[in-house]
């Protein structure tokens, strides 16, 4: 099973909005709506930032968002906050009953 | 509170046998999911495999399969994560985790290790 395809990095200013993109095929992201979003700083483990597509855990910032659309995912963050700046992963359950992440984005805040 | 403790960094030789372990706590072990995950260094997160400690199934990636081997004794609530043959390629931090919710994997995994450094090198 492929890797999900993600922008290797995307920017943007304090304040502004972004939106990392997670593209898969009809086996994964675009047949099942169980696809999550991961943030991780260097040298920590991965948390958890939505579930279910569009779902928030407990404690995450509503400025985190999720959506989906045919084949490809998509995280948005609003309000951009120095402290968001981070890799950023999607993932998502398979039609083989296993699951897949994707290569990860690094955002950058300006 | 609820908790998985993994297991200390491992310096290897090519060639060597390994096991990582990863120890759950505050929940009932055998009512979740534990998954593993390889980050190899400067790298992205890839999923290995997932055990269920209340019946021993498990799923392995098929990138993986062959490669590792992944148990779990209930008895002590913790799982683990063995090489019979180590690479230089194995050379990773190894995360394990817990999903969301009891008897699935899908919907995310908000519960992490700390992560086991593993460096394998002549």
Redesign the interface.
Known sequence: ?S?LTQPASVSGSPGQSITISCTGTSSDVGG?N?V?W?Q?HPGK????M???VNNR?SGVSNRFSGSKSANTASLTISGLQAEDES?Y?C?S?TS?????????TKLTVL | EVQLVQSGAEVKKPGESLKISCKGSGYTFTNYWI?W?RQMPGK????MG?IYPGDSDT?????FQGQVTISADKSINTASLQWSSLKASDTAVY?C?RP?TTET??????I????TMVTVSS
Not at chain 1, 45 to 48: I, N
Not at chain 1, 96 to 104: A, C, E, I, R, W
Not at chain 2, 44 to 47: N, R, S, T
Request: charged content about 10%; overall charge negative.
């Open positions: 099973q890797a099942y169980f999550s991961y991780q483990a991965p948390k958890l939505i579930y279910h855990p890799d992963y993932a359950y083989s009953n296993t699951l897949v992440f994707g290569g990860g | 998954g995950v992205g997160l890839e999923w997932i799923i392995y990636s098929p990138s995360y985790a969301r994997f899908s919907g995310g995994f908000d992490w290790g700390q992560g």
